[in-house]
Nanobody, 115 residues
Framework: QEQLVESGGGLVQPGGSLRLSCAAS????????MGWYRQAPGKQRELVAT???????NYADSVKGRFTISRDNAKNTVYLQMNSLTPEDTAVYYC?????????WGQGTQVTVSS
């Protein structure tokens, strides 16, 4: 059974850092494009970052230079290192695995940036 499980969310002060993890099971992880998306209250879900099977990355303009996506195919895990966090980064962060027409989502992890 395909499963994505996020972890690492929490409450952090502005300017702080968090690292999110997403552990995948039941899929051939190494061939999937992995991504992080987020959804703030009252807003649509938006792309944060993606990483291909070859390690090519793509970022939303709002997080470029602050967030870094990476993957460890041996551990079937994708990470999102988030630095210089602002209150505007507050959202539920979702992990996604995608290949061709197949797409899987995790349950999400809450990130709250507040003093």
């Amino acid at each position: 059974q395909e499963q994505l499980v996020e972890s690492g969310g929490g409450l952090v002060q502005p300017g702080g850092s968090l690292r999110l993890s997403c552990a995948a099971s039941g899929i051939p992880f190494s061939i999937y494009v992995m991504g992080w998306y987020r959804q703030a209250p009252g807003k649509q879900r938006e792309l944060v970052a993606t990483i291909t099977s070859r390690g090519n990355t793509n970022y939303a303009d709002s997080v470029k230079g602050r967030f870094t996506i990476s993957r460890d195919n041996a551990k079937n895990t994708v990470y999102l290192q988030m630095n210089s966090l602002t209150p505007e980064d507050t959202a539920v962060y979702y992990c996604n695995a995608k290949i061709v027409a197949m797409s899987y989502w995790g349950q999400g992890t809450q990130v709250t940036v507040s003093s």
